[in-house]
């Protein structure tokens, strides 16, 4: 039941969003990723994943399952709750690409 | 700008466009840059504007202006009283930004604005002029709210809420107390930088003590009714210091209906509205802060001592070419912190390249990540993710956010691995 309320929540959202954020802006939400996700290769053994050479279907699964509560994490459920699918997906196409 | 005559220097400024201009002549913008924006201050709200403004348009000339040639981070310092780093290690420098981003730095001291003329004359004889000036120049302190209480009292009871030479002071301090001794710590009212700051401190104290002078105290003298993380912190250290018990190593007292008031520099003694009075070994007293002086001097704050500003832009409601970032902004209820100030910047610098390139400005969004240390292997954590609400006034996002949902053993030690790396990820996405 949960599940199914879940899945229509997203689809109510995700269309609703694609009505009020025609256009999101995906770095304004992505930069702030990189506060713990660095890029840079001095860190290469940090705990926190890099988000370098991850699709963005990788990463827009990741962020999901985070929001919907299907990989528990200490911090990411607590963000990524905070956004619309349609903007998962988003910032997970610019990271893909940046 | 000796010699120059103010008419001529608005003559070469006509000639040159906006540019930096020294004493002997004026320096012409790069060729092919279409505005200059003066960064004001290099902590994590200036230094994350100037390189994300060279990120987003390498035609915008992006001029830096900070005193000091290297700066102490104070996300870390902390750790400094537990022994688990040293000064240096929490230094960084500019030299990322100018040789990977091309951000001019000037090191150097805002002496006056001029904003009619969009310029700012610098202690050093040089003046600026600017298309768009970001000030994120930080906090001072109100030397006025205890009696006995200023600066020169705090080279002997140190604030350490500066990172640098403070904080030093006050780990030597800690380290030369009798065991057995009391230190105490005076926490000011909201708003001021880092709100979880004096508990991760008190901890980083109390880890310390526990193993070299484990009959002493930190008694920590708050302000406030209540603190961030509080059910965290109490949690973690009623798990490691005896917080609760007669032996305790930390022990919080509210003081909010009873404020301290006079400070006894002979004999290292507090005393309250309603007589109390509390002797430590060790003084750390953290004043109530305000915004920068410079933003004072300047009138970019308004009666609560911090700078009101558009959220969505970062403009100052008292000059629309001024932006005020960081810790001396008023963004509540985005907390005072160095995760908050890099997420205000990239949020400005988005707007103030829209506003230069004349392009729809995007909704912005803040966010805010903060950890505590409470051991080396015992970390917490608070989120807050923040949009404009209907009013275009700044709300927390409902059902996201919050704090650390786990408190295991295995979740306290990853977020203590993390606040490791959350750290140096912020100083490379700010400073790297």
Not at chain 2, 127 to 147: C, E, H, K, N, Q
Not at chain 2, 184 to 203: F, I, Q
Not at chain 2, 204 to 212: F, G
Request: contains cysteine; proline residues 5%.
């Amino acid at each position: 039941m949960k599940r199914i309320f879940y899945a229509a929540a997203a689809l109510v959202a995700s269309a609703l969003n694609s009505i009020a954020h025609a256009e999101i802006d995906a770095r304004a939400i992505a930069f702030n990723c990189r506060n713990c996700h660095a890029e840079s290769s001095l860190d290469a053994k940090s705990s926190i994943p890099s988000l370098k050479n991850l699709s963005a279907q990788q990463i827009r699964q990741a962020l999901l399952d985070f929001k919907y509560d299907k990989n528990p994490a200490t911090l990411m459920p607590r963000l990524a709750k905070a956004y619309s699918d349609a903007e998962l997906a988003a910032v997970a196409e610019f990271l893909s690409r940046n | 700008m000796a010699g120059l005559s103010r008419r001529r220097f608005l003559q070469g400024v006509a000639g040159l466009g906006a540019g930096v201009l020294s004493g002997c002549g004026g320096l012409p913008l790069r060729s092919g840059a279409k505005a200059h924006v003066v960064v004001v201050g290099g902590g994590f709200g200036g230094a994350t504007a100037a390189k994300y403004l060279r990120l987003l348009d390498a035609n915008i000339q992006v001029t830096l202006i900070e005193p000091k040639a290297k700066y102490v981070t104070c996300p870390g310092s902390n750790w400094l009283f537990a022994g688990l780093a040293n000064l240096d290690q929490l230094t960084v420098d500019y030299q990322s930004l100018q040789d990977s981003y091309g951000v001019k730095l000037l090191v150097d001291r805002v002496s006056s604005l001029g904003a009619a003329q969009r310029l700012l004359r610098l202690v050093g004889g040089q003046s600026v002029t600017y298309d768009r000036l970001i000030m994120s120049p930080g906090i001072d302190f109100r030397w006025d709210a205890m009696a006995g209480y200023d600066q020169a009292a705090a080279e002997q009871f140190p604030h350490a809420w500066q990172a640098g030479p403070q904080t030093l002071l006050l780990a030597r301090q800690l380290q030369a107390m009798p065991d057995g001794g009391v230190v105490l710590m005076v926490v000011p009212a909201d708003p001021y930088r880092c709100p979880p700051g004096p508990y991760e401190r008190a901890s980083m104290m109390a880890y310390w003590l526990k193993q070299h002078k484990p009959r002493s105290k930190i008694l920590i003298l708050d302000a406030k009714r209540s603190f961030s993380k509080q059910a965290l912190f109490e949690a973690g250290w009623a798990k490691h210091y005896g917080y609760g018990t007669a032996n305790s190593l930390i022990e919080w007292h509210s003081l909010a209906d009873n404020p301290l008031l006079e400070l006894d520099k002979q004999n290292r003694m507090l005393t309250s509205e309603f007589g109390d009075s509390f002797r430590g070994d060790v003084l750390n007293i953290i004043p109530p802060q305000t915004a920068a002086q410079i933003a004072l001097q300047q009138g970019l704050t308004d009666s609560t001592a911090w700078c009101p500003v558009r959220p969505l832009t970062g403009q100052s409601l008292f000059d629309e070419f001024i932006h005020v970032i960081g810790d001396s902004a008023h963004y509540a209820p985005i907390p005072k912190s160095a995760f908050a100030a890099n997420s205000e910047a990239k949020a400005c610098a988005l707007a103030v390249t829209s506003l230069i390139n004349q392009t729809p400005i995007a909704e912005a969004h803040w966010l805010n990540t903060c950890y505590s240390l409470i051991t080396p292997e015992h970390g917490i954590s608070v989120a807050g993710v923040y949009e404009l609400d209907s009013a275009n006034a700044i709300a927390p996002v409902k059902g996201a956010g919050g704090v650390s949902a786990r408190t295991d053993g295995e979740a306290a030690a990853m977020e203590a691995d993390y606040t490791r790396a959350v750290y140096r990820s912020l100083i490379a996405d700010t400073f790297g």
